[in-house]
């Protein structure tokens, strides 16, 4: 399937609102340490949002709330992929993003069939400590030859001035968190990034 090439990854629905209006079809919610109640209010709404925008909501990790909330689409790390009821989501009819960094990663994700598999982080990032510094741009070369027709997200240390090179190097799509929430004008980065993706 074709994914949207742009897919900004954001911790609330308030985020998703006020750039879904600028064009976002494709967005993540990433919630940690919330307590469930808010957790769940939170997918309903970006749930709804994404509806009446006509924008594919993806929800990190909470698969039983995505399962009761109706929601479409999962994203599963690999810790996540230890405690996740894959039989349940699957007879739920979600479809299923799987983050990967090595080769034993992705051998585990493509036994799940995806609907995508992530790298990361491409290029150095801050958005949390990892034991993988930088994967690099060859590495999403290799990752496309071997995964073929199930699209491949490039995510950590992307930035508009780098997406070109990500989308010669293999993947079909960019994911950026931090240059877009810790950016003095939010919204005006998402344009340049809906420009360079467009």
């Not at 600028?22 to 709404?45: N, S």
């Not at 509806?51 to 698969?63: C, E, F, K, R, S």
């Not at 073929?148 to 001035?161: E, K, R, S």
């Amino acid at each position: 399937m074709t994914l949207p090439r742009f897919y900004p990854i954001f911790e609330s629905a308030d985020w998703i609102a006020r750039m879904l209006p600028l064009g976002v079809k494709l967005v993540q919610l990433r919630i940690k340490d919330r307590p469930e109640t808010e957790t769940r209010a939170e997918i309903i709404r970006a749930r709804d949002l994404c509806g009446a925008a006509g924008a594919i909501l993806v929800v990190n990790d909470y698969w039983q709330i995505a399962i009761e909330e109706g929601c479409d689409w999962l994203h599963l790390g690999q810790e996540d992929l230890d405690s996740a009821n894959l039989a349940a989501i699957r007879a739920a009819g979600l479809r299923i993003g799987v983050s990967t960094h090595d080769e034993a990663e992705l051998g585990r994700a493509l036994a799940l069939a995806p609907d995508y598999v992530a790298l990361g982080p491409v290029w150095p990032t801050i958005l949390k400590q990892m034991k993988w510094h930088q994967q690099g741009t060859a590495k999403l070369t290799e990752w496309k030859a071997r995964i073929g027709d199930i699209p491949l997200i490039a995510i950590g240390g992307l930035t508009t001035a780098r997406a070109p090179e990500t989308f010669a190097a293999g993947a079909d799509v960019v994911s950026a968190v931090t240059d877009i929430t810790l950016n003095a004008d939010p919204e005006a980065r998402v344009r340049d990034w809906l420009r360079v993706t467009g």
